[in-house]
């Protein structure tokens, strides 16, 4: 078998010591190959040798029968007695150079890798492809080393560009998490897993057939479907300010009509505030954060908002809940990362939040961003940003919306939004905004309540629910570009009411713009470029 032929898709990691009580082994693999699998790896840590031979030429059989590469688990011995396409060694096994000589030309080697360094070597050592992980926490097997974790499994696949290695991701994958560890590992440079390994995602299943084909049809749609954050109607020629404006336009009336649920994990300090604009535009809001009712609260929401303005414990652990849940059900998140330059404790946060779940909209402001990506470019104070902005803003937002896989919104003087295609520069707005307390904060659930009629509409439209390449359906790139621009426009004319004094005065008479803003006035008031 050429090695170039082989599909990685969907990497199945055998444990007999999993199987569901009176479910046979052979059975069980073959079920998983008629479903879909398309590489097997046979590990048995604790089975004498010719138990192990006799496992594995069995297993090889079946595997034939299916035309699907059949790999041992470091026993050399066992891979050439049964004549198996290859090997898979872990960082304590065999060197890949000494596993080559003893391995018939063209056999499969794979190896292990858990850091930047071990990848490195691999790809010194000629390994054919890499498992990398482990991507979350698993209880198929004791770690002795740090989760990657799905953000980190990204950086490391930037090592591979312009390599033949093909790379599969492994650690606690299964059908809740699949479609966020494919979106999420994609590099900045466009770099993806090749496939997913997975071991009880499927073993466990006492119906191994379905289980693997749920998981293939994930992986097929992903790879085969449009991009996670453009909009299925948007034409092959691209954005420009007419189809922006018009599009903003429909998403302004049609908020009056679906009246979607906003569900806002958000800043205490703020809630009151965000609730009021979230009326005010013709949505709805809910402010709860007990993890308890978050796959409640997913199941009838439009869009989640997480703000982590105030953390609490309990804060905490709802939005980790929130975000899974949301994602489950293709429904779009919009994240701000609050301060997250100002201690050490929000920025592992927001760390094990991107690695929990992911986000269709991060917001923030310069000092955020810069923190979110460890840049020294932009620095923060508090929840502010200190000194002067990036150099090329354009460049940051286009950079940072690849490798985060989301629409990114940079706010300022001067608005940044990027789909990591093309960038929206808005210059909308009044000085007034950044005297006042939580205009960011009310900011983002402008942003998510036009994510939630943007993906109600697509829904709608394709009458079929989201399919399942996709995280969310709808055009959010348009949908964050409406946020921002309706608040802003809102704030000008607030600004100018007679009734408006100065910044404890412009609040009350802002959500009283935003209530009676209309499509018309935003677009003589609209100043965006698109680049």
């Given at each position: 078998?050429?090695?170039?032929?082989?599909?990685?898709?969907?990497?199945?990691?055998?444990?007999?010591?999993?199987?569901?009580?009176?479910?046979?082994?052979?059975?069980?693999?073959?079920?998983?190959?008629?479903?879909?699998?398309?590489?097997?790896?046979?590990?048995e840590k604790k089975a004498e040798t010719a138990e192990f031979l006799d496992i594995a030429s069995k297993s090889k059989d079946i595997c034939a029968r299916y035309n699907v590469p059949l790999l041992i688990n470091d026993r050399i011995d066992i891979a050439l007695a049964v004549?198996?396409?290859?090997?898979?060694?872990?960082?304590?096994?065999?060197?890949?150079?000494?596993?080559?000589?003893?391995?018939?030309?063209?056999s499969i080697i794979g190896v292990s890798c858990n850091t930047i360094e071990e990848l490195e070597m691999a790809i010194k050592d000629g390994a054919d492809y890499v498992g990398i992980g482990a991507v979350y926490a698993t209880q198929t097997k004791d770690l002795v080393k740090?989760?990657?974790?799905?953000?980190?499994?990204?950086?490391?696949?930037?090592?591979?560009?312009?390599?033949?290695?093909?790379?599969?991701?492994?650690?606690?994958?299964?059908?809740?998490?699949?479609?966020?560890?494919?979106?999420?590992?994609?590099?900045?440079?466009?770099?993806?897993?090749?496939?997913?390994?997975?071991?009880?995602?499927?073993?466990?299943?006492?119906?191994?057939?379905?289980?693997?084909?749920?998981?293939?049809?994930?992986?097929?749609?992903?790879?085969?479907?449009?991009?996670?954050?453009?909009?299925l109607s948007i034409s092959t020629n691209g954005y420009t300010v007419d189809t922006i404006i018009n599009s903003i336009t429909t998403l302004m009336k049609s908020i009056r009509i679906l009246n979607p649920l906003i569900h806002q994990i958000t800043n205490n300090v703020v809630?009151?505030?965000?609730?009021?604009?979230?009326?005010?535009?013709?949505?709805?809001?809910?402010?709860?954060?007990?993890?308890?009712?978050?796959?409640?609260?997913?199941?009838?929401?439009?869009?989640?908002?997480?703000?982590?303005?105030?953390?609490?414990?309990?804060?905490?652990?709802?939005?980790?809940?929130?975000?899974?849940?949301?994602?489950?059900?293709?429904?779009?998140?919009?994240?701000?990362?609050?301060?997250?330059?100002?201690?050490?404790?929000?920025?592992?946060?927001?760390?094990?939040?991107?690695?929990?779940?992911?986000?269709?909209?991060?917001?923030?402001?310069?000092?955020?961003?810069?923190?979110?990506?460890?840049?020294?470019?932009?620095?923060?104070?508090?929840?502010?940003?200190?000194?002067?902005?990036?150099?090329?803003?354009?460049?940051?937002?286009?950079?940072?919306?690849?490798?985060?896989?989301?629409?990114?919104?940079?706010?300022?003087?001067?608005?940044?939004?990027?789909?990591?295609?093309?960038?929206?520069?808005?210059?909308?707005?009044?000085?007034?905004?950044?005297?006042?307390?939580?205009?960011?904060?009310?900011?983002?659930?402008?942003?998510?309540?036009?994510?939630?009629?943007?993906?109600?509409?697509?829904?709608?439209?394709?009458?079929?629910?989201?399919?399942?390449?996709?995280?969310?359906?709808?055009?959010?790139?348009?949908?964050?570009?409406?946020?921002?621009?309706?608040?802003?426009?809102?704030?000008?004319?607030?600004?100018?009411?007679?009734?408006?004094?100065?910044?404890?005065?412009?609040?009350?008479?802002?959500?009283?713009?935003?209530?009676?803003?209309?499509?018309?006035?935003?677009?003589?008031?609209?100043?965006?470029?698109?680049?």
């Amino acid at each position: 078998m050429l090695q170039t032929s082989i599909d990685y898709s969907l990497y199945l990691v055998t444990g007999r010591e999993l199987l569901p009580q009176g479910k046979d082994y052979l059975q069980s693999l073959e079920e998983s190959l008629e479903g879909g699998v398309t590489v097997v790896q046979i590990r048995e840590k604790k089975a004498e040798t010719a138990e192990f031979l006799d496992i594995a030429s069995k297993s090889k059989d079946i595997c034939a029968r299916y035309n699907v590469p059949l790999l041992i688990n470091d026993r050399i011995d066992i891979a050439l007695a049964v004549g198996a396409d290859g090997v898979h060694i872990g960082q304590t096994d065999m060197p890949v150079s000494i596993a080559r000589k003893l391995l018939p030309k063209d056999s499969i080697i794979g190896v292990s890798c858990n850091t930047i360094e071990e990848l490195e070597m691999a790809i010194k050592d000629g390994a054919d492809y890499v498992g990398i992980g482990a991507v979350y926490a698993t209880q198929t097997k004791d770690l002795v080393k740090p989760l990657v974790g799905v953000r980190g499994v990204g950086s490391m696949l930037r090592l591979l560009d312009g390599t033949s290695i093909k790379a599969v991701a492994i650690g606690g994958i299964n059908l809740k998490n699949v479609l966020r560890t494919l979106h999420g590992t994609v590099s900045e440079t466009g770099h993806a897993l090749d496939g997913i390994a997975v071991v009880s995602a499927i073993v466990t299943s006492i119906n191994p057939r379905q289980a693997a084909a749920d998981l293939a049809e994930i992986i097929r749609e992903f790879k085969k479907g449009p991009s996670l954050t453009r909009g299925l109607s948007i034409s092959t020629n691209g954005y420009t300010v007419d189809t922006i404006i018009n599009s903003i336009t429909t998403l302004m009336k049609s908020i009056r009509i679906l009246n979607p649920l906003i569900h806002q994990i958000t800043n205490n300090v703020v809630t009151t505030q965000s609730a009021n604009v979230t009326i005010a535009l013709g949505a709805s809001p809910i402010m709860a954060t007990t993890a308890d009712e978050m796959s409640d609260l997913a199941e009838i929401c439009g869009a989640l908002l997480v703000n982590i303005g105030t953390l609490t414990p309990p804060a905490y652990a709802g939005m980790l809940k929130a975000g899974f849940h949301v994602n489950a059900l293709k429904k779009p998140v919009v994240f701000d990362p609050v301060g997250v330059g100002a201690t050490e404790f929000r920025k592992k946060v927001v760390k094990d939040l991107l690695d929990k779940w992911q986000a269709t909209v991060i917001k923030g402001n310069a000092g955020e961003l810069a923190a979110l990506v460890g840049s020294n470019e932009v620095a923060s104070k508090g929840v502010d940003t200190a000194g002067e902005g990036f150099k090329d803003p354009v460049l940051f937002v286009k950079t940072l919306a690849r490798r985060e896989r989301c629409i990114i919104v940079l706010t300022g003087k001067t608005d940044y939004i990027s789909d990591g295609h093309t960038c929206a520069i808005l210059n909308n707005g009044h000085q007034f905004l950044g005297e006042i307390t939580g205009s960011g904060c009310a900011t983002g659930s402008c942003i998510a309540s036009y994510c939630a009629v943007a993906s109600l509409l697509a829904r709608a439209d394709r009458k079929m629910g989201a399919i399942p390449g996709q995280l969310v359906e709808g055009d959010m790139f348009v949908a964050a570009i409406a946020g921002l621009l309706v608040f802003n426009v809102a704030a000008e004319f607030a600004a100018v009411r007679g009734d408006v004094k100065g910044p404890g005065t412009f609040f009350p008479a802002l959500v009283d713009e935003l209530a009676s803003l209309t499509p018309e006035k935003v677009v003589r008031r609209v100043k965006i470029q698109i680049v």
